[in-house]
């Protein structure tokens, strides 16, 4: 085995293997390191069931929910954009070879104690009873506003200043009334909380438009999930890294990072030197230099039943906007079931999410859980968000930050894009496949 390494990452989570895979790509020497015996890290799926009561220390498992082995659950489930960033890295790097994907079945906005389906096709708006009819309209003028949106044709502008005016000046522009303003922020354009209003309309602006591009290939629902989990993906691009030359060590400890005159030199793993230029490393190897800026809880519902409200939606995302409950952010229900092959036939795994306000983080996803009643079983987890200290640039050890209460991974691809620019310089762009083959843009 080599000792002298272009780049050494230690975890084999979503992030930390998409960067391997790109550095690998990029003709850098690169050595993986995983404490665990499995892929995934803090992303991994769980499979069979047994292992998951295993890990949240429950006895046994009820016969009621079928063969273990049947089971993959995601420990953080993330939905991503049909259209989004991680769908282009997929197909620029190929990993699309390794895996096949579906359609989630909807997506869903919780309203005055109801659920409702966010309108997928004209036909579902027209009926739609989350707005009214003067509001439909205001609506459809603001989305045709933002398709046609061109940055060189001032034209298309109408005195907006994308730059300059702020989203809530642009709905106030459209006289959009406050549920049509929750309705676009939360379920459309995605934002976690109310400050996207007093920034700059551009970003939502764009949101929009990744949403409406990503619902026009699939019609159903803009949203993609792997058959078998999330964890499929950082094994296809650990499988990336490997094809071009990347080296893996998994269920080996890390006893030290060694410096040198304030920068990474190498890493010391079960007494044994492996040297680098550059460390990638998520935030649980590197505990001085990363800080809590937040929790999340997650609660994993196993269920024998579709969600209430979702016309038995086999795979769907729910947004619980934070003004329904009073809160600072949003709460998401993300459901999956046999038909990404992650549960026995008949079987569905919810999972609610979000940013910890309270001392009480139970009572804050209650409302939540009460949507999906009866649960099976419930598994409870509380995790910190952790940012690192600086950018990397100085010691060359280069931390990801840890993951959100979101149910899409499109914060993820901006720290993902973000840590590419520091390790190389240069920004991470999107050319078609690498081998400009024509077919790989299928899911």
């Given amino acids: 085995m080599e000792q002298e390494y272009d780049v050494i990452v230690l975890g084999t989570g979503l992030k930390e293997c998409i960067l391997s895979g790109l550095m690998s790509l990029n003709g850098k020497r690169v050595l993986h390191i995983d404490k665990n015996p499995y892929y995934g890290g803090e992303s991994a799926s769980i499979s069979p069931l047994e292992e998951l009561y295993k890990k949240f220390k429950f006895p046994g498992h009820p016969k009621s929910s079928g063969r273990g082995k049947e089971w993959n659950v995601d420990l953080i489930p993330k939905f991503f954009l049909a259209s989004g960033q991680l769908v282009k890295i997929l197909v620029h790097t190929e990993v699309t070879r390794y895996l096949d994907f579906k359609v989630v079945e909807g997506s ?76 676009i922020g939360h379920a459309i354009a995605i934002h976690n909380s109310e400050s996207y209003l007093d920034q700059p309309c551009l970003e939502t602006i764009n949101r929009i438009r990744l949403y409406s591009e990503s619902l026009s290939r699939h019609r159903n629902s803009p949203y993609l999930y792997p058959v078998y989990g999330l964890g499929e993906l950082p094994q296809g691009f ?63 519902c196993l269920l024998n039943h579709p969600v209430k409200h979702t016309h038995d939606a086999s795979s769907c995302q729910i947004v619980i906007p934070q003004t329904q409950l009073s809160r600072k952010s949003d709460i998401y229900i993300s459901v999956v079931s046999y038909t990404h092959s992650v549960a026995p036939d008949g079987m569905y795994i919810a999972t609610v999410s979000t940013t ?22 419930k598994f409870v ?61 299928n899911d």
């Avoid at 914060?411 to 050319?431: N, P, Q, S, V």
């Fill in 108 to 183: 869903y906005i919780y309203k005055g104690g109801k659920v409702h389906k966010v309108p997928a096709t004209d036909k579902e708006a027209d009926t739609s009873d989350l707005m009214g009819m003067f509001d439909k309209r205001r609506f459809k003028k603001l989305l045709l506003f933002a398709l046609n949106l061109d940055m060189r044709n001032p034209r298309t502008h109408h005195d907006v200043d994308p730059h300059k005016t702020t989203t809530r000046e642009l709905f106030h522009r459209f006289d959009l009334g406050q549920d049509v303003i929750e309705f």
């Fill in 238 to 300: 650990a499988r990336l890294s490997a094809e071009y030359g990347g080296t893996f060590l998994l269920n080996r400890e890390v006893d030290e990072i060694v410096m040198e005159n304030g920068k990474v030199k190498a890493v010391k793993s079960e007494g044994k030197l492996f040297y680098c230029k550059q460390l990638i490393c998520d935030p649980s190897y590197v505990h001085s230099r990363v800080r809590k800026v937040g929790q999340v809880i997650r609660v994993i």
């Fill in 356 to 377: 910890i306000e309270t001392i009480n983080p139970d009572k804050e996803v209650q409302p939540a859980l009460e949507l999906l009643e009866p649960i099976l079983q």
């Fill in 381 to 441: 987890s509380v995790s910190n968000l952790m940012v690192p200290n600086e950018d990397g640039k100085k010691s060359q050890i280069f931390v990801t930050c840890s993951y959100d209460s979101t149910s899409h991974v499109e914060a993820e691809c901006e720290d993902i894009k973000a840590m590419y620019h520091r390790l190389t310089g240069a920004d991470l762009c999107f050319r078609g496949s690498r081998h400009q083959s024509q077919n790989s843009d």
